[in-house]
């Protein structure tokens, strides 16, 4: 990596902190220069408009969201510890290892939701791929025996998500400070349901030590 890339990679980072308070559409090259002490005209040969400032923005998040959520879940081996570790990795995102506004992706659903462009886009494509990531591991729970064999994966990865959604609003919005003991309930109570009829809602079972496959 290049000096012009490691300078880059500094604005993304700064850029993808202030867009997780303040929001996507308040990301401008402006703000950003008073940010970083860099001048405008310098921001501008990196990123060209706003919209590819957003983009950009957004794709240093999913990498920082791939280091702190999915790099991890992954060295968990198959199964409900894995999608343990996929929630647990999560929840560690949207508090204290992840931006300072909470989760990027969140906050720009609710801004982009209604805005047609490349951004919105992008940001429609990498919330696909969550979606797709928690039901492929839901079905390798299944495959696994750890999940009833007749569980939606779609279904679950819908639910799961909307815990996830439930949370960040009661964190960041209502400032419940039993927000995570009550997204960890509800996540316990999906768990529960998923689990085969022959297979007892177990603490042992429900609480696996993460590994390496």
């Known amino acids: 990596m290049d000096k012009g890339d490691r300078t880059k990679e500094a604005i993304l980072e700064e850029s993808a902190n202030l867009a997780s308070l303040m929001g996507l559409n ?3 090259i ?10 405008k005209s310098g921001l501008f040969r990196h ?10 923005t957004l794709k240093s998040g999913i990498d920082r969201f791939t280091q702190t959520v999915i790099q991890p879940t992954l060295k968990t081996p198959r199964g409900i510890g894995r999608l343990r570790a996929l929630f647990d990795h999560w929840l560690a995102w949207a508090t204290d290892q992840g931006l300072p506004g909470g989760c990027l992706f969140i906050a720009a659903s609710v801004e982009l939701d209604d805005q047609p462009g490349t951004a919105r886009d992008y940001l429609v494509a990498t919330q696909r791929q969550w ?7 839901a079905r390798k729970a299944i495959a696994t ?12 990865a819908h639910e799961f998500n909307a ?14 400070p039993r927000a995570v003991d009550r ?12 689990l085969p009829l022959r297979a007892p809602a177990s ?11």
């Open 26 to 28: 308040g990301l401008t």
């Open 30 to 39: 402006g703000t950003l220069a008073s940010h970083t002490g860099m001048s």
């Open 47 to 56: 990123f060209g408009s706003k919209e590819q400032l957003q983009i950009d």
């Open 131 to 137: 979606l797709d990531l928690i039901a492929t591991t």
């Open 145 to 156: 025996a750890d999940l009833r064999s007749d569980l939606d994966g779609d279904q679950f």
């Open 163 to 176: 815990i996830l959604l439930g949370f960040h609003q009661a964190s960041r919005l209502m400032r419940d």
């Open 183 to 194: 997204a960890r309930a509800q996540f316990e109570r999906l768990l529960r349901d998923a």
């Open 203 to 213: 603490p042992a079972r429900l609480q696996q030590t993460p590994g390496h496959e």
